[in-house]
C-alpha cells in the first residue's frame, strides 16, 4: 500500500509566522502536489514537483514556496503566515500521470 | 466554466435505493479520468478509475462518455457507509505537465 505520511494533523500558527509542512511518501513516486482545500472550493493545487530539486507553480503559489531535496519528500513553505491561509492542507504523490495518493491532510489555523 | 462540474447535492436517499452522480469537464483532450471518495475531515481516497469502456467494481459502476465530455457514477444499493463526499477528477495535460483536476464534490447521505 501507498503511504503518504504529513508532519501534523493539527496545527495552529500565528500571523507572520513561518510555517513549515512536510510529507513523506514511501513509494518511489516522481511526482508530488501539495493542495489546499477550503469548503465549497474543491482542492486547490499550490505547487507540485516532478523530480527532485524541480518544482512547479500550481493554481494558487502566491504566499508559498516548496522544497524538495529528496525524492521522497515535500515540504510546503508559509514564508509569512496569514489568516487566510487557514485551511487543510493536502499532500500527495503519484507515479507519472496515474491516480494521485493522499496524506492525512494538515488542518492549519492561523490566528 | 469550471473545468470539472459537479453537482454539490447532497443527495438524501435511503439504504438500498441507487443512485447516480454525473460530472462533466471541459478539456476534450483529457485521456484519464476517476472517482476519489472523501469522508469528513479526511482525504480524498481513490475509489475507481474511469475507461472508455465502462467499468464496475460490485456496486459501483462508472462510465465515460467522451462525446459529451461526462463522466457518471452510479451506486447499487446504497449502504450507511456509502455517506461521503464523491469527487469527480480529470487529467489534463498543460505547460508540458499532467495535472490532475478535482471537481469540488457531491455529497451523499444515506439514511436508514
Known amino acids: 500500500d501507498v503511504k503518504v505520511t504529513q508532519s501534523s494533523r493539527y496545527l495552529v500558527k500565528r500571523t507572520g509566522e513561518k510555517v513549515f509542512l512536510e510529507c513523506v511518501q514511501d513509494m518511489d513516486h516522481e511526482n508530488m502536489f501539495w493542495y489546499r482545500q477550503d469548503p465549497g472550493l474543491g482542492l486547490r493545487l499550490i505547487y507540485f514537483?516532478?523530480?527532485?530539486?524541480?518544482?512547479e507553480k500550481g493554481d494558487i503559489p502566491e504566499g508559498y514556496s516548496v522544497s524538495r531535496e529528496k525524492k521522497e519528500r515535500f515540504s510546503l513553505i508559509l514564508e509569512s503566515a496569514s489568516t487566510n491561509q487557514t485551511s487543510m492542507y493536502l499532500c500527495?504523490?503519484?507515479?507519472?500521470?496515474?491516480?494521485?495518493?493522499f496524506g492525512p491532510g494538515t488542518r492549519l489555523t492561523v490566528t | 466554466r469550471k473545468e470539472v462540474e459537479q453537482d454539490p447535492g447532497p443527495f438524501n436517499v435511503p439504504e438500498g435505493a441507487t443512485v447516480a452522480f454525473n460530472c462533466t469537464y471541459s478539456n476534450s483532450a483529457s485521456q484519464s479520468f476517476f472517482w476519489y471518495r472523501q469522508d469528513c475531515r479526511k482525504e480524498p481516497k481513490l475509489l475507481m478509475s474511469?475507461?472508455?469502456s465502462g467499468n464496475e467494481d460490485g456496486r459501483f459502476t462508472a462510465q465515460l462518455n467522451r462525446a459529451s465530455q461526462y463522466i457518471s457514477l452510479l451506486i447499487r444499493d446504497s449502504k450507511l457507509s456509502d455517506s461521503a463526499t464523491y469527487l469527480c477528477?480529470?487529467?489534463?495535460?498543460?505547460?508540458?505537465?499532467?495535472?490532475?483536476?478535482f471537481g469540488a464534490g457531491t455529497r451523499l447521505a444515506v439514511h436508514p
Open positions: 474511469v475507461y472508455s
Open positions: 477528477v480529470v487529467n489534463m495535460f498543460s505547460g508540458g505537465y499532467n495535472k490532475l483536476i
Open positions: 500527495a504523490s503519484s507515479y507519472y500521470g496515474y491516480e494521485q495518493y
Open positions: 514537483s516532478y523530480d527532485v530539486k524541480m518544482k
